[in-house]
């Protein structure tokens, strides 16, 4: 069946590679959301599993879905900037092949960034889905607030990549994602769209996201720290100016990931999200203290 032309609101933007155990679960987590003005990008990138056949099936079923698949593997930046080419949706809204929406997640973000005409980028909380011998969760808090977010974004990302929803012109004037920061292309993204707009967090979860040994940051960890400590150095020269203490903390970090495993490293990191919101709860004023006005 031919796919209508139609235009629609909102673009759910998904690569995929290799990711047949949730694909479908996902998939059907977008079919089955309560907003009615979207499609489904989905782009296969040289898959050896049975994605293709997954994506194919239900392409043919739904026609919210729109399918691309590329017959050699690309890489990530390369599916995610051919996605934001192809998507017809005034917003973009990232989801994973192994993540899954909650129903309410696109119409509420929509309403969002409809009322909020300056913010470039919203996320919002996350449940965290510990995937292993002993399966378990908790629910991760982002910052709400513009001014919050750029107080600590020298230290941690504004978002979950897989909760957030932008705006696809401000992204497509940026030039999509930067293939030089792969696997923090995302945090070189919103670090960008925050220097032409604002960003914001909706405080509720709207996702829940799957922390499994196969996921990217898993496998290719210390290229992840490697990649992180590169873009701090890119955002102190091109955006915000980090004090000493705040570089050094970045080698730490860095030195960290070359050497402890990734559960340790990531134990930590989000130790240091509960305190920073903890600070935030108490008033506390981290850019007075710790960092510069933006130039």
Not at 44 to 54: C, F, L, Y
Not at 63 to 69: E, L, S
Not at 278 to 293: G, I
């Amino acid at each position: 069946m031919k796919k209508s032309a139609r235009t629609p609101k909102v673009t759910v933007l998904m690569p995929v590679y290799n990711g047949a155990a949730y694909l479908e679960e996902a998939i059907l987590s977008v079919l089955n959301n309560s907003y009615d003005d979207y499609e489904l990008v989905l782009i296969n990138d040289g898959s050896k599993d049975t994605s293709e056949q997954i994506c194919r099936r239900l392409a043919d079923k739904h026609n919210q879905i729109r399918y691309f698949t590329f017959k050699k593997n690309k890489g990530l930046v390369a599916a995610l900037n051919f996605g934001l080419k192809k998507a017809r949706g005034t917003y973009i809204c990232r989801l994973n092949q192994d993540d899954r929406m909650l129903p309410h997640r696109i119409k509420t973000q929509v309403a969002y960034l409809d009322k909020h005409q300056d913010v470039a980028v919203v996320g919002s909380w996350i449940r965290l889905l510990h995937i292993g011998k002993k399966d378990w969760s908790e629910t991760i808090r982002y910052l709400e607030k513009d001014e919050q977010i750029k107080q600590v974004w020298h230290i941690l990302s504004p978002f979950s990549d897989p909760a957030v929803m932008y705006r696809k012109e401000v992204a497509l004037s940026l030039e999509g994602y930067d293939e030089d920061f792969f696997i923090a292309e995302d945090s070189h993204m919103w670090i960008r769209m925050g220097t032409v707009g604002k960003l914001a967090n909706i405080p509720e979860i709207l996702t829940e996201v799957r922390f499994h040994d196969e996921a990217t940051t898993y496998s290719n960890f210390k290229y992840l720290m490697q990649t992180t400590y590169k873009l701090h150095r890119w955002m102190h020269e091109n955006v915000q100016e980090a004090p000493l203490h705040i570089q050094a903390f970045w080698l730490m970090q860095l030195g960290a990931g070359l050497v402890l495993p990734p559960q340790v490293v990531f134990g930590i990191y989000r130790t240091i999200k509960r305190s920073i919101n903890f600070f935030k709860d108490v008033q506390f004023d981290f850019r007075r203290n710790y960092l510069p006005d933006l130039r």
